[in-house]
């Protein structure tokens, strides 16, 4: 992967800008060489490269003048929260600030009449969960990685997670955030009502990738817990059967909080790891519902019934909290179970629900002709693919390989009308990418809005947009310097 | 101007000389009036219905009587309630799919399910220069890229004109029940909404009329779903409130004209003064009426809207002072805005994406600021 150059001028200016940024921030910047390699990358691992310093602000006007001294000095700025990004969305450059939140978690107002929580963008998600559980509340959205991913990471990568399908991704519950521009500007965007009154700033600063401004707080929605949930198990022999399943699912009315579909490779494997005792079949459904004892059997009578006229090959219905439990242990070890055999990369693309048996048939075509094992787990509801390509690392040119067979199988997605990422976000890792699925205008129009709000182009360079489309923009910024 | 293509639209668009005022179907008109119309009825047609995936994806002129027709066949229907604003505004016509997602128009169940931005799932329109650009795509998950599909929602036609959109939609629930509390003072119902609304049992519209169908105050909670759990949930919700004396109404038609009712704001209609549209939060609605003090008001989002019908020329927006939200006047002249104020950088921001988006200024000059 290609980056461009660092900046000469500013890495030669180390001791200078770190003095400015220590006297706005006393004590809160590291930039010894050896401390800094802590942030040198973020779950994509496969990319590494330690940033000029790290600031660690509490407050945002502390996070204004650091951008200000940023600004004025014309140092890149590489927003973090708890660098969990899979697609490299906060790896430095080795010119740049890494501005981190991790020490912003406080909770700063709860309201249960109005039903939001407002927080510093530090905290993790999890926690925002847990500030308000007690009180049978929750927040809804819940990426994997919700023990150790920021808010802040969340709302640039609109992340979604298990219970999207029913209660939407990020976008959908975050009701405003503070957000301090490259230049210092704080601006509040939105609130606790609903609804812009003019443009939708807020929608548009919802998965920008910390190329937009750095959001310090943010005001969410929370809902009250339901009563309860349970999964169901559904085995068949066929993705196809599998894929017809869920269509017919969702066309029956039912609305699940999540439909997971796993495929042979991934069942064998999280099998083998979890014991969870699922059956050796092609295709593996796990649907749950919520609502109280008697809601939730009332639809899972419908889901099962139309399980059963596909002919699946095992069915099982959770009757208590264990067997709901070991439905799902599988599936939450899907990682875990794929780290254990080997090296893996995971992809994120969506495809139309209907797309599905197609898209698997031609992924495990391609995994042949790689020669590379590829697993699928996903959220089938919504069509977001997660397919898991193993490889080992320390052979030489199957990284390569590796990102090769990824970049097909992407391509496809948007071919059959989706896209190339659902949750995970471009970053570094699907920038180059993007010509695939949009054409040079459409992606003119986003870079746009950058020039907006970050027209000297300093914030997280080198990401989301094709550096040969980001080119001319980036060699004027430095020629003005 | 007419175009029958997308294509046709752009062309339209880069040979303007003057102003242009984009128009759906003409039921809900912004801006200033001033402009050749520019009329998007040719861009019609469902392109794409996919049931078992949850899309639509049609013409920005497409009816949307044709579009809730097509989805109605299938159980299924635009879960964000796209109101009517035929009634309130006096106007006619047939609304297009384009107007709604250009205006962001949705109805009670905003609060539950979301808006109409939460349910577009890409677009396609022709910006100021008469580029055509694409954002977003057909998949309910895509964060490819910057969302340009939230901001062309209720963009109002200012950034661009919409040539087509993909929205998802969900089914059709088998039963609704509402649950109605007579009598309750505006500060007694949103603490009931509140009740309901912070209940799990998934409230999916929640208003407030002082004068409702009957002459005195009702307050109405609305369940959806399969109807086994409807009336559980409506049973189950109308012992949470103890003492106080509540009906439920299941029956359909009735269930569904109240909140039609609500969701046109029909008891506004005809009806002499302004119409103003506040957002707010939702325990601060009786405080800011009482700052109002309106000919006449109702609650919906649980007290997070307020329709406040206000004699003619009142600035509503100094009444109410610096609020968390923000007041827009629906009908009626004068000279105060329509659109409300933002703060200094949110309107410099706006400014330069609009300068961006259309460096002549053309679209739909007037509207916003
Ligand atoms: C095991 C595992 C499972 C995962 N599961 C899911 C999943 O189910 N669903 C899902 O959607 N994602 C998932 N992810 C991806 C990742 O956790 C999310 O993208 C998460 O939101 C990143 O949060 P973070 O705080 O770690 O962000 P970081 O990695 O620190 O940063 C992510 C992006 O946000 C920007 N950013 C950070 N802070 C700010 C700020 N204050 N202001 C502006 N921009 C900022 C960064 O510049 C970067 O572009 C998973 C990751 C792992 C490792």
Known sequence: MQMPEPNAAVIARKARIVEMLEAALPGGIIHDEAEVRAYECDALTAYRCPPLAVALPSSTEQVSALLKICHDEGVPVVPRGAGTSLAGGSLPTAD???????RMAEVLETDYDNRFIRVQTGRTNLSVTGAVAEDGFFYAPDPSSQLACAIAGNIAMNSGGAHCLKYGVTTNNLMGVTLVLMDGTVVELGGAHLDAGG???????????????????????????????RPVLIGYDSNEVAGACVSDIIKAGVLPVAIEFMDRPCIRATDAFSGAGYPDCEALLIVEVEGSDAEIDEQLQKITAIARRHNPVELREATD??????IWLGRKSAFGAMGSINDYMCLDGTIPVNELPYVLKRISEMSKEFGLEVANVFHAGDGNMH??????????????LCEDLGAEILKLCVEVGGCLTGEHGVGVEKRDLMHHQYAPQDLEAQMLIKDVFDPKWLLNPAKVFPLDASNARRTAMLAAE | ?????????????RDATGGLRVRGGGTRPVGSGAGEVLDTTGLSGIHLYEPGALTVVAGAGTPLSEIERRLDAEGQRLAFEPMDHRGLLGTSGDSTIGGVVAANVSGPRRIQAGACRDFLLGVRFVDGQGTVIKNGGRVMKNVTGYDLVKLMAGSRGTLGVLSEVSLKVLPKPEAAATILFDGLDDAQAVRAMARGLGSPFDVTGAAHLPEGPEGHPVTLLRVEGFSGSVDYRADTMAKLFGALPVRVERDPVRVAQLWTDIRDVTSMKGANGDVWRISCKPSDAPALVEALDPTSHIFDWGGGLIWALMPEGTDARTRLGMIDGHATRVRGAGTTPVFPPESAPVAALT???RQRFDPRGILNPGSFH
Do not use: W, Y
């Open chain 1, 96 to 102: 740049s600030l890494i501005l981190g939140v991790a």
């Open chain 1, 199 to 229: 443009l939708d700033l807020l929608g548009v600063i919802c998965g920008s990738e910390g190329q937009l401004g750095v959001v310090t707080e943010a005001t969410l929605r929370i809902l009250h817990q339901p009563e309860g949930a």
């Open chain 1, 321 to 326: 909290a264990d067997e709901a439990a070991r």
């Open chain 1, 387 to 400: 397919p898991l390509i193993l490889f080992n690392a320390n052979e030489a040119g199957q990284l390569e």
């Open chain 2, 1 to 13: 101007m007419r175009p029958g293509s997308e294509a046709e639209l752009a062309e339209m668009v």
């Open chain 2, 351 to 353: 400014r330069a994406i």
